[in-house]
């Protein structure tokens, strides 16, 4: 939907974007754009192949070009309904479920534009709701990539005046060394710094559209970006070293783009255009030119990037027997690696039948729990990773620690990380732990191992939590699985007298036969999420440092005693 707003904003047609999202469950999209030509309106939205926008000349940058998403969000709607303002005259169609209701034309004295709504098909997708943190966090990518474009988003406004540089100012959690350079070309835009975090960090975008799994453009970056800084300094630089603590974006133009998926969050496109320039060599002459420009006239800059790729060589250098040793220890244990059940496709897997996205790995304390959830999982999609305990806590250490401690340098490899997240095997990472204290302090212990060392898997929003069910409640006729003491006490109620209560204290309790009903279609998860606002070095530093005093004293200071309701 919003895709065509953009168009219209591109084309100089329309300032701003009103978006409604009611309860979280119905959504309405203004646009102020020239409106849909009104004569094509009901083939527009319902009848495949009908898209406007087959001209190079006037969409050749275009993300909505087929029009096949608005037909498909007419198809799997309750309530479907467009408006096209045009020149005083508004006609109105509603649809449901892709069939024509009602259609009719009045005048109008609204400004030209389109309106869209849309409630979907509850009995399609069960007990959906839309989130706004998501919802939020694209359209301010909208709003970066369209600086001046005003996006009301349920009555707040969402504006960008600096692009790349609002983006990532809003997202970075760790200090850039050095003012963001921001760069703009015809068809390009990037913007860069580095920080002290582990790693490298990436936001690209095609036409608009976030490709949060990357693509052409963002591989062409990645290494001109290298080699042009290498080539700068005119030294025997490593890439890992050049990009080591690298934090950047690049948006790009292309001509008819072509992308890996409907969702076009991969750029597959090797061409600017048809027959024209490769973007690899797009990207690589303008970054040559460019960056190579400003470290030139910024000596100060330059400065600052070579004392950071120095210290990442010193620490690599100072690892590298260890690195060597892990890698071979990780390569052997690969063959057969007793802590990792694999499943059969993975997110990069070329031939994952569309069950790439679906693939996941559990990480689970101990054997028992492990044991449960292999017995219960998707051999396609769901692969289980054994911790021996509780994790060494990472905090404050350096990345020499991912390679001599074996569990890390064996869960790394697993999840094929060492490089950075592209090669990621799982789209979620899951963390299975007992709902007791000790399985809460291990679910702390791993992530604060991905934020130290792995903070974009993390950022990209792989990281999850396994909820599973605290009690069950059962009688002769109906079995209850609850989450938390409230719901413990509704079961109770529903079916009193005198149910059955189980506590389960640890997920190897669960039998595989009840597990799988917690790992299928109704898994419940919750996402760990990293933000600039979270506070994330002062929080790692409180609760997994060694001020252990201090956390006493704050524990004391807190504890709450909960009564059992239900007795």
Avoid at 43 to 67: H, I, P, R, W
Avoid at 277 to 304: P, Q, R, S
Avoid at 389 to 407: A, R
Wanted: glycine residues 8%; contains cysteine; aromatic residues 8%.
């Amino acid at each position: 939907m919003i895709d065509n707003s953009i168009d219209e904003f591109k084309m100089q047609a329309g300032k701003k974007i009103e978006i409604t999202v009611e309860e979280n469950l119905r959504v309405s999209v203004r646009d102020y754009g020239r409106g849909i030509p009104q004569g094509k309106l009901i083939e527009a939205v319902s009848m495949l192949n009908t898209g406007g926008k087959y001209d190079s000349k006037a969409f050749k940058k275009s993300v909505g070009l087929n029009g096949v998403g608005v037909k498909a969000v007419n198809a799997l709607s309750s309530r479907f309904e467009v408006r096209s303002y045009r020149d005083g005259k508004v006609r109105i169609a509603t649809f449901s479920k892709g069939t024509l209701l009602t259609d009719e034309t009045q005048t109008t004295e609204e400004d030209n534009g389109t309106y869209i709504f849309f409630e979907p098909d509850n009995t399609l997708f069960l007990n959906y709701c839309f989130k706004p943190e998501f919802i939020e966090t694209m359209l301010r990518n909208y709003t970066y990539l369209n600086t001046g474009l005003a996006i009301i988003y349920n009555g707040h406004r969402i504006l960008s005046r600096n692009g790349l540089v609002d983006l990532l100012n809003d997202n970075m959690t760790a200090t850039g060394l050095y003012p963001i350079i921001h760069l703009k070309g015809e068809d390009i835009e990037i913007a860069f710094t580095h920080t002290g975090q582990y790693g490298e960090e990436y936001y690209s975008f095609v036409n608009g559209q976030h490709t949060t799994q990357g693509g052409t453009h963002q591989s062409a970056f990645k290494e001109h970006i290298a080699r042009t800084i290498k080539e700068f300094f005119n030294k025997n630089m490593d890439y890992t070293d050049i990009r080591n603590g690298l934090v950047a974006a690049i948006a790009v133009n292309v001509e008819e783009p072509i992308f890996e998926s409907q969702t076009k969050t991969k750029l597959g496109s090797t061409n600017m255009a048809p027959g024209g320039m490769t973007v690899n060599k797009y990207v690589g002459d303008f970054i040559k030119l460019e960056v190579d420009n400003f470290l030139h006239k910024n000596a100060d800059v330059a400065e600052a990037i070579q004392q950071k790729i120095q210290e990442s060589e010193k620490e690599r250098k100072a690892i590298a027997g260890v690195t060597k040793l892990a890698r071979e220890r990780a390569k052997k244990a690969n063959l057969h690696n007793r802590k990792l059940r694999d499943c059969r496709i993975h997110l990069n897997d070329p031939k994952g039948k569309g069950l790439e996205e679906d693939s996941c790995i559990f990480i689970t304390e101990g054997d028992s729990a492990s044991g449960s959830i292999t017995k219960s999982r998707d051999v396609n999609t769901q692969a289980v990773f054994s911790l021996r305990g509780k994790p060494l806590n990472s905090f404050g250490l350096t990345k020499k620690v991912v390679y001599e401690n074996e569990e890390f340098n064996l869960l790394q490899a697993a999840l094929n990380i060492e490089d950075g997240i592209e090669g990621l095997r799982y789209n979620k990472v899951i963390v299975a732990t007992d709902a007791d204290v000790d399985g809460m302090h291990i679910r702390l212990l791993l992530i604060t191992f991905f934020l130290q060392f792995f903070p974009d898997l993390i950022k990209k929003g792989h990281v999850y939590i396994l909820q599973t069910p605290l009690f069950r409640v059962r009688n002769k006729k109906k079995t209850l699985y609850c989450y938390s003491e409230e719901e413990r006490v509704n079961a109770i109620n529903e079916l009193s007298p005198n149910p059955e209560i189980t506590r389960f204290k640890g997920l190897g309790e669960i039998s595989p036969d009840e597990f799988k009903h917690f790992i299928g279609k109704d898994m419940r998860l919750e996402q760990v999420t990293l933000r600039k606002t979270d506070a994330v070095k002062e929080l790692l530093e409180f609760y997994m440092g060694k001020n252990t005093m201090e956390r006493q004293n704050f524990i004391i200071d807190n504890l709450v005693i909960e009564e059992d309701l239900a007795s």
